[in-house]
């Protein structure tokens, strides 16, 4: 069974749009998607694969392989949803190309072609990657207050782009829509624009239809994920939480659900937690699109695990767009090691003396550097509430530093406890990663030019 | 009488700043978050990780509070070295303020309210 298409061109719609929410971060689970694919006659299916930090990992990938910097679940969720999105008529929307929008969309071509879906039509969409105009703009840092050239060079720059470029791209019948940094409400924004053939500056319109992207971007946030405690808010099924859609029409009313069967619960109370998830001020929720308004957002509960979102507007959107700039950030080494009953809190105490003399002594790693947490004892809370007597307490030790070498000394350190640090120590592990810091920058939106290419898979 | 037994609460981090959703488990509730659940109530609770004005919106549509604590996450999630770098746990620091004012009639620490 296919969905109608929309009639002679865009805007021409009249009937509600259905948009599934298929991811709400890199790492999210697969199966609620595909349920969604194949069960949820959805138009559109839409997923959100990116945070500050993953853009900047994946330019960090794209500079050591330039055939990398996308997620790299993408292949994945390709594979398991495009066949049921063809079937069904179901348009693809994601920023999941990170990093190299052009060479996921190479990908997503040959998975295509694998699948046997000659003639998907997949739009790339491109811009997002703005190092060259911060370079010459030299706009001030936030976290700085300094010129971007007055500190480390950035090794990216990303910019948040909005909902344009994917209204272009839909606008010229894509499938499949990949772009890398597109502000994540601005991925849902985009199919609307395109189906109902709204003007880019209705901001009431752009608002509510930005109320609908940020309450479906989490995905399973809305549905219990996030939610859950089994005294206060217990969640149905929670291992097999089902992903939430929206019906949503011309005048960009949203009614939200999710699929009979799944696990999860929608309701007033999930749906007002996930409204300000992230938002410091619900009267002025920013996006490329849109200053959005949430403070008059009502919600109604139509029946079971469906419910309706009112009250969103909008005022002009920004002239500045935000721009994500990613950072060598040196490298962290971390310990764990476990102690557990009697006098476990001052054994775990002891150790990270020992770890965090020997680390300044030996190392050059001043205690300044680490960060000591003690697991089970008020870590968690920052030192906020009391340690309490735990029955046992884990202990971590952390360090940024400069080199992978000096990094490996924290985990060693650690993990030498074993046999020459205080009683009972149990369970040391060690690990060390690279990292990348990330600040963030405005430039003139007139700076930044969003690009579509359009190129259909092959014949497998 | 706790937080915990009147309301819900969600933790979002943006950058340094720590944001916290605080929303009524029932609404007969709300008039007495909204007196006693001040900016500088919550700002003491996190006590010297706060690096600036805290801030509470109020959403009575809802009804919820929101409230901004600037450096609690000290460098957030790319920059701090903490396990919890997003300061996800912290929604549940805030349940555990003491509350000032007369018990609520109708609450009972933890209870799922009744469906509407």
């Given at each position: 069974m296919s969905r109608q298409r929309p009639g002679?061109?865009?805007?021409?719609?009249?009937a509600p749009v259905r948009l599934g929410a298929g991811?709400?971060?890199?790492?999210?689970?697969?199966d609620p998607a595909v349920d969604l694919a194949e069960r949820?006659?959805?138009?559109y299916l839409v997923f959100e694969c990116l945070g500050e930090r993953t853009v900047a990992a994946g330019h960090a990938r794209r500079l050591r392989?330039?055939?990398?910097?996308?997620?790299?679940m993408l292949e994945e969720r390709l594979r398991a949803v495009l066949p049921a999105c063809r079937a069904h008529g179901t348009t693809v929307v994601t920023?999941?190309?990170?990093?190299n929008p052009e060479a996921a969309g190479e990908l997503a071509r040959q998975v295509a072609a694998d699948l046997g879906l000659a003639g998907l039509r997949v739009a790339v969409v491109t811009g997002d990657d703005v190092l060259a105009q911060v370079r010459a703009a030299d706009p001030l840092v936030w976290?700085?207050?300094?010129?971007?050239?007055?500190?480390d060079p950035p090794v990216s720059a990303s910019a948040y782009l909005g909902a344009d470029a994917i209204v272009a791209a839909l606008d010229q019948g894509a499938d499949l829509v990949i772009t890398g940094r597109v502000a994540d409400p601005s991925l849902y924004v985009g199919p609307l624009r395109h189906e109902f053939?709204?003007?880019?500056?209705?901001y009431d319109l752009l608002g509510r239809a930005t109320l609908t992207g940020h309450l479906l971007e989490c995905a399973g946030q809305l549905t219990g994920g996030y939610f859950a405690d089994p005294v206060t808010k217990p969640v149905p099924r929670l291992a097999w939480l089902g992903f939430p859609f929206a019906d949503v029409t011309a005048d960009g009313d949203a009614t939200f659900g999710k699929l009979a069967g799944s696990g999860g619960r929608l309701d007033v109370r999930t749906c007002g937690e996930q409204l300000l998830?992230?938002?410091?001020d619900p009267s002025a929720y920013l996006t490329p699109d849109v200053v959005a308004d949430f403070s008059g957002v009502t919600f109604s509960q139509l029946g079971a695990d469906q419910v309706r979102a009112a009250g969103a507007t909008g005022r002009s959107r920004p002239r500045e767009l935000k721009v994500t700039l990613g950072y060598q950030g040196g490298w962290v080494g971390e310990g764990q090691i476990s102690y557990a009953g009697p006098r476990c809190l001052p054994r775990a105490r002891l150790a990270a003396d020992v770890v965090t003399e020997r680390l300044a002594a030996?190392?050059?790693?001043?205690p300044g550097q680490v960060d000591v947490e003690l697991i089970g004892a008020g870590a968690a809370f920052r030192g906020l509430a009391a340690a309490g007597d735990p029955r046992e307490v884990r202990l971590r030790v952390a360090a940024r530093v400069a080199t992978e070498e000096r990094a490996q000394a924290v985990g060693r350190e650690v993990e030498a406890?074993?046999?020459?640090?205080?009683?009972?120590?149990?369970?040391a592990r060690g690990a060390v990663a690279a990292q990348l810091a990330v600040r963030s920058c405005l430039l003139p939106r007139e700076l930044v030019t969003a690009r579509v290419v359009m190129r259909e898979a092959a014949c497998g | 009488m706790r937080v915990d037994d009147l309301a819900d609460a969600r933790a979002g981090d943006k950058g340094g700043t720590l944001i916290l959703a605080v929303l009524p488990r029932?609404?007969?509730h709300w008039p007495h978050l909204r007196e006693h659940l001040t900016a500088e109530l919550v700002g003491r609770h996190f006590g010297?990780?706060?690096?600036g004005p805290v801030t509470r919106h109020e959403v009575?549509?809802?009804?919820a509070l929101v409230f901004r604590l600037p450096g609690?996450?000290?460098?957030g999630v790319t920059g701090s070295?903490?396990?919890d770098g997003h300061g996800k746990t912290l929604s549940y620091h805030l349940l555990t303020l003491e509350l000032p004012g007369d018990a609520v009639s109708g609450t009972a620490p933890g209870r799922e309210p009744e469906p509407a």
């Open positions: 002679p061109g865009p805007g021409a719609r009249q991811s709400g971060f890199a790492g999210d689970r697969v949820g006659e959805l138009d392989d330039a055939a990398a910097g996308y997620d790299p920023n999941a190309g990170a990093a976290e700085t207050g300094q010129p971007v050239s007055a500190g053939g709204w003007a880019a500056d209705d998830y992230e938002v410091d030996l190392h050059g790693i001043g406890l074993y046999t020459n640090g205080p009683a009972g120590g149990g369970g | 029932d609404a007969r010297p990780a706060v690096a009575p549509g809802l009804p609690v996450l000290g460098g070295t903490a396990l």
